[in-house]
């Protein structure tokens, strides 16, 4: 006898990470996941193939990593909300269909956790692949989670972003916590907020795929119902029509950028610790929250004037709340486990306002709080 269990676990867990994402997307009503193995990520797909059934949903293992994000659009398209989840290097087969659905403005979400090349080690290398992987112009949407809890929650927020902004939008997981167990409450269904995409109420002859005023989202139309849209990845008119219209083409794509670019304050959001008289402000993402966090409270213990902005949203750009930590410190420390990648766009925001020195580390492993600290010490000398 198959034990089914509810679609939203609520109560109070001790819990994977990869698992707790799993949780966090049926939660938001995800019935469809297509991937392929591949490690740190593999979880994902193991606790999938065991609660899709318990669900309704349905599960599909692809050949290959463009197999699986071809799944997702077609399945999306179908009304499905879909979710896959790779590692680095398998992320970049994906970015055709990440094109693809891009151009045709197909809600997806898509778990990258990232490691080392190679190797399962850690790393946020990855954080410039998810937003200009794909081809063409487009906006991207990605969220960094740095616990077990922010796997669940983000997962959610996701998803309620690619129904409501039609995009794909990139959960970016880590070695650290999609392999780690921590504590995670998952409340009742009732609440958790979920936003389903706007379908259309015109008549399939009436019915305008991609019309939508600069800024906003075209409602979407249900599949084999007669509204015979065509979604290609080549350039297309409002109605789906493939035409090379260099106006039109134009056209289209700023919409589809703006309507990002035009929502900022409902898609970024960001935490801040200790920065109300912060001199010194660490900006980080992910993971390395969690030692600046440490470092933070050592600091202040000490008598300096140290605070924290974490960013939770890396793409769009937090740009209004990276310019207000600048504004507010006379220092700031790009905090990141690469060579030094998102410290860039820190420094185009920031660097006019205040000192930004980067605090890398590129070892496979996550920085230490006295890592951070030492660096806080050296800034302020």
């Not at 006898?1 to 990470?17: A, I, K």
């Not at 850690?122 to 794909?134: I, Y």
């Not at 470092?295 to 924290?308: F, N, S």
Request: with cysteine.
């Amino acid at each position: 006898m198959l034990l089914r269990r509810p679609r939203v676990l609520s109560g109070t867990h001790f819990m994977l990470g990869n698992f707790a994402a799993v949780e966090g997307a049926l939660a938001a009503g995800c019935n469809f996941f297509a991937g392929y193995p591949i490690t740190p990520a593999n979880e994902v797909s193991e606790r999938m193939a065991e609660r899709m059934p318990e669900v309704g949903g349905k599960f599909l293992q692809g050949e290959d990593e463009l197999c699986s994000i071809y799944a997702l659009a077609g399945a999306a398209l179908a009304g499905a909300k879909v979710l896959t989840a790779t590692a680095s290097a398998g992320f970049d087969y994906m970015a055709e269909g990440i094109e693809y659905a891009i151009s045709d403005e197909i809600p997806m979400v898509i778990m990258d956790v990232q490691r080392t090349r190679g190797e399962n080690f850690a790393t946020q290398a990855d954080v410039m692949q998810m937003r200009w992987g794909a081809a063409g112009d487009h906006e991207l949407i990605v969220l960094a989670p740095s616990s077990v809890q922010e796997l669940f929650d983000f997962t959610i927020r996701a998803f309620n972003l690619a129904e409501k902004y039609r995009n794909p939008v990139i959960v970016m997981s880590e070695t650290t916590i999609a392999l780690m167990r921590e504590r995670l409450v998952i409340p009742p269904a009732d609440q958790i907020k979920i936003i389903n995409r706007k379908m259309t109420q015109a008549q399939p002859g009436d019915y305008v795929p991609f019309r939508a005023e600069m800024g906003c989202v075209p409602d979407m139309a249900p599949l084999g119902k007669g509204y015979n849209t065509l979604y290609s990845i080549n350039p297309h008119n409002e109605f789906g029509s493939i035409k090379w219209e260099p106006e039109i083409f134009e056209r289209q794509y700023e919409r589809i950028t703006q309507k990002i670019l035009m929502n900022l304050d409902d898609i970024v959001t960001t935490d801040e610790y200790q920065t109300e008289d912060a001199e010194l402000i660490l900006i980080a993402y992910g993971s390395e929250t969690r030692p600046c966090k440490d470092a933070v409270d050592v600091a202040r213990g000490q008598g300096k004037k140290v605070g924290l902005l974490k960013l939770n949203t890396v793409w769009p750009v937090p740009e209004k709340q990276i310019l207000a930590a600048a504004r507010k410190a006379n220092k700031i420390l790009a905090v990141e486990m690469n060579m030094g990648k998102y410290a860039g766009e820190i420094e185009r925001v920031a660097g006019c306002h205040a000192e930004v020195k980067r605090v890398t580390k590129n070892l496979g492993a996550i920085h230490t709080s006295g890592e951070i600290v030492a660096a806080i010490e050296e800034s302020l000398r």
